[in-house]
């Protein structure tokens, strides 16, 4: 995950330490509602946002839904009370995959594939175009296997976009936080 426009112009170090502690707050919270066992994933700090790898066996749906929605409803209600220079807004890519540990943290395809995903032009426009406090990317194979069998994502609220970035090309689908995207 990443903050939007963490380094932009009009936000100083204070501003950027403030977006830091509440990123970091409000992902605790988010996973604590959805049962995700926070304390049970590794992350990583990456600046202006963090990489969660979560435990084995963990079920991908509550990563979309209700992940996606806790975090939409948190920061819009943290964002009422802050002004524009510290309004957080939050791009989170969500993928599936094998990932190796080693001394350094975890890499992997599926980090590389994430990161891709993370770093879609495709993606940081869409975000800035709807103005959303949470845009979620998805990667195809994931998504696939969490909509596939009907049950608790409702596919209707996602779109496809397609994904160019580096050597990447590929299809992920969107959703956005706000009105018109569920």
Same mark, same amino acid.
């Given at each position: 995950?990443?903050?939007?426009?963490?380094?932009?112009?009009?936000?100083?170090?204070?501003?950027?330490?403030?977006?830091?502690?509440?990123?970091?707050?409000?992902?605790?919270?988010?996973?604590?509602?959805?049962?995700?066992?926070?304390?049970? +994933?590794?992350?990583?700090?990456?600046?202006?946002?963090?990489?969660?790898?979560?435990?084995?066996?963990?079920?991908?749906?509550l990563l979309l839904d209700p992940l996606a929605h806790h975090?939409?409803?948190?920061?819009?209600?943290?964002?009422? +009370?802050?002004?524009?220079?510290?309004?957080?807004?939050?791009?989170?890519?969500?993928?599936?995959?094998?990932?190796?540990?080693?001394?350094?943290?975890?890499?992997?395809?599926?980090?590389?594939?994430?990161?891709?995903?993370?770093?879609?032009?495709?993606?940081?426009?869409?975000?800035?175009?709807?103005?959303?406090?949470?845009?979620?990317?998805?990667?195809?194979?994931?998504?696939e296997d969490v909509t596939g069998g009907g049950g608790c994502?409702?596919?209707?609220?996602?779109?496809?976009?397609?994904?160019?970035?580096?050597?990447?090309?590929?299809?992920?689908?969107?959703?956005?936080?706000?009105?018109?995207?569920?």
């Open positions: 995950m990443d903050v939007v426009g963490f380094s932009a112009p009009h936000r100083d170090e204070a501003i950027q330490e403030e977006l830091r502690g509440a990123t970091y707050e409000l992902l605790r919270r988010a996973f604590e509602m959805t049962w995700l066992p926070w304390d049970a +994933c590794h992350v990583e700090d990456r600046g202006d946002g963090a990489l969660v790898v979560l435990p084995p066996g963990m079920p991908g749906h975090l939409g409803a948190m920061l819009r209600h943290s964002n009422r +009370c802050r002004s524009e220079a510290s309004r957080l807004r939050l791009r989170v890519a969500v993928s599936v995959g094998l990932v190796r540990r080693d001394a350094h943290g975890v890499a992997g395809h599926a980090v590389v594939h994430l990161f891709r995903l993370l770093e879609a032009p495709a993606f940081k426009e869409a975000i800035e175009l709807s103005g959303s406090d949470v845009g979620v990317i998805v990667g195809d194979r994931m998504f994502v409702e596919r209707e609220r996602y779109r496809p976009v397609h994904v160019v970035c580096k050597e990447t090309k590929a299809t992920a689908w969107l959703w956005m936080s706000g009105f018109g995207s569920g």
